[in-house]
Every structure is written in C-alpha cells, then in structure tokens.
C-alpha cells in the first residue's frame, strides 16, 4: 500500500466548460463526485489542512494516504455544486477565495473569464459557519513576483484583512496566485502570521522544502478516474504554473 499526503488543486467545478473556461482549471461535477466517491471507497484517509500538517510535525511515519482537498479562486458554483459533495462525505477543504472579485466574475490583468464568477462575501461566510477554511489568495489574481514590493504586500495584506472581517475567524493559509513566489514573498507570508502556504510545485506534501512551500497535485477536465489515481500514488516533484 503507497503512503504519504497528497493535496489535491481544484479551480472551478461545473457542470460544462463556458467558452472561456481554461479547462486545466476546470472539472465536471460528474468526474469529481466519481474522485470522491473513490477516496471514499479506497479508504483513504481525507483530513484538514491544518490535519496534514500537524501530522508532519509530529514526526511519525505516514502508514497511510492521507489525502487534503483545496480550491483556488473561490467559484460561485462550489456553494451549490461542490460543497454539498463533500458535505455528503464528510470530507474538509480549504478554498482561496480571490478577494478584490467576491461576489464579480473573474477578472485579473488582463485575463477576463465571465464564466467564473466568485463566490460573494455572504456565501464565503455561509461555508466558513458550515466548517470550510477560508484561506487568502490575494485581492486581484497578479504574479506577486511581477509586482513591487509594496503592492505585493498590499495584494497579501488586504486579502488577509477582508476575508477574516467577513468570516470572524483566522486566515492562517495562503496560495500563491499563479503559483509565483520568491524568497521576499515567501518572508511577507511569513511575516503576516499565516501558519502556511500552498504551491503549485507537484509532489507529495511531507517532502515539503518548508510549511510555506506545500506541494499540490493539480486535477483537470482531462484527468479521468484513472489518472486520479496516479496523480494521488506519485510523489514525484515538479513546478507547474497556474491559471
């Protein structure tokens, strides 16, 4: 039996790609009631964030697959499509909600996708009362290695803020939009309290180069339930760069 902790990367799940769907970011409902199902009938083991990492501190040998489910962006349809799923199997998640679009469709730099609309501050509330984490993913979507370093911070900071008025609760997890970072964006991460931060560097979590650094398994519209599969038993590592 493999063993160790894979974190899942989902974006919009739906019921069929729009005309401006990046299907790399996208997955049926369909495929993903069938992944869930999966895990669920595998026995494996669905944990919290914070769950996973805590296991990692302690040290002790994984003897199991322990497996976290996140979702980056924040769309609308995980309210009525996706929650309701992993509500029916008892499985927690965290989603990074992008903060400057709550309740908008989706629109940073130049990328404009009105078929991903946000979810709005009332229903980010809703789930975080129902025991989904709300973690940030900054107000606007940019590369924050492509900005100065005050705006960074900016894009960081205000994310954090807004999201933990909404919610009463701590934002203690962050995800690097586009999966861009550096050493300074890493220590402005560390530096606003956040307990951890979610990659797009593609392995397995306990071979983590640092809490701030967790590696993600990215799911898309072309992965059938087989190569689900795969993606949970390989650990190998590499970066991947996000929508």
Same mark, same amino acid.
């Given at each position: 039996?493999?063993?160790?902790?894979? #974190?899942?990367?989902?974006?919009?799940?739906? $019921?069929?790609?729009? @005309?401006?769907?990046?299907?790399?970011?996208?997955?049926?409902?369909?495929?993903?009631?069938?992944?869930?199902?999966?895990?669920?009938?595998?026995?494996?083991?669905?944990?919290?964030?914070?769950?996973?990492?805590?296991? /990692?501190?302690?040290?002790?040998? #994984?003897?199991?697959?322990?497996?976290?489910?996140?979702?980056?962006?924040?769309?609308?349809?995980?309210?009525?499509?996706?929650?309701?799923?992993? =509500?029916?199997?008892?499985?927690?998640?965290?989603?990074?909600?992008?903060?400057?679009?709550?309740? @908008?469709?989706?629109?940073?730099?130049?990328?404009?996708?009105?078929?991903?609309?946000?979810?709005?501050?009332? @229903?980010?509330?809703?789930?975080?009362?129902?025991?989904?984490?709300?973690?940030?993913?900054?107000?606007?979507?940019?590369?924050?290695? $492509?900005?100065? =370093?005050?705006?960074?911070?900016?894009?960081?900071?205000?994310?954090?803020?807004?999201?933990?008025? #909404?919610?009463?609760?701590?934002?203690?997890? *962050?995800?690097?939009?586009?999966?861009?970072? =550096?050493?300074?964006?890493?220590? /402005?991460?560390? $530096? /606003?309290?956040?307990?951890?931060?979610?990659?797009?560097?593609?392995?397995?979590?306990?071979?983590?180069?640092?809490?701030?650094?967790?590696?993600? @398994?990215?799911?898309?519209?072309?992965?059938?339930?087989?190569?689900?599969?795969?993606?949970?038993?390989?650990?190998?590592?590499?970066?991947?760069?996000? *929508?």
């Amino acid at each position: 039996m493999s063993t160790g902790i894979s #974190i899942l990367l989902y974006h919009q799940i739906g $019921e069929e790609p729009g @005309k401006h769907t990046n299907l790399d970011c996208f997955c049926s409902v369909e495929e993903f009631r069938l992944q869930m199902e999966y895990l669920r009938d595998s026995k494996k083991q669905v944990v919290s964030l914070a769950g996973a990492i805590q296991r /990692m501190a302690s040290n002790r040998e #994984i003897k199991n697959e322990l497996v976290v489910l996140t979702f980056d962006d924040g769309c609308e349809r995980f309210y009525d499509l996706t929650f309701p799923i992993l =509500n029916q199997f008892g499985f927690l998640c965290t989603i990074y909600p992008v903060a400057g679009c709550l309740g @908008k469709p989706a629109s940073w730099g130049k990328i404009q996708n009105p078929d991903l609309k946000i979810l709005s501050s009332k @229903k980010i509330r809703e789930l975080s009362d129902m025991g989904v984490e709300i973690g940030a993913h900054t107000m606007n979507h940019y590369k924050l290695t $492509e900005l100065r =370093n005050e705006v960074a911070y900016q894009e960081i900071y205000e994310s954090k803020d807004l999201l933990q008025e #909404i919610t009463g609760r701590e934002v203690n997890s *962050f995800s690097y939009p586009h999966g861009a970072y =550096n050493p300074t964006i890493i220590k /402005m991460v560390e $530096e /606003m309290e956040f307990t951890n931060a979610v990659s797009c560097i593609e392995g397995n979590a306990e071979n983590c180069r640092s809490i701030f650094e967790l590696p993600r @398994k990215y799911i898309t519209y072309f992965d059938g339930i087989e190569v689900f599969k795969d993606k949970i038993k390989n650990n190998g590592s590499k970066a991947i760069s996000t *929508f």
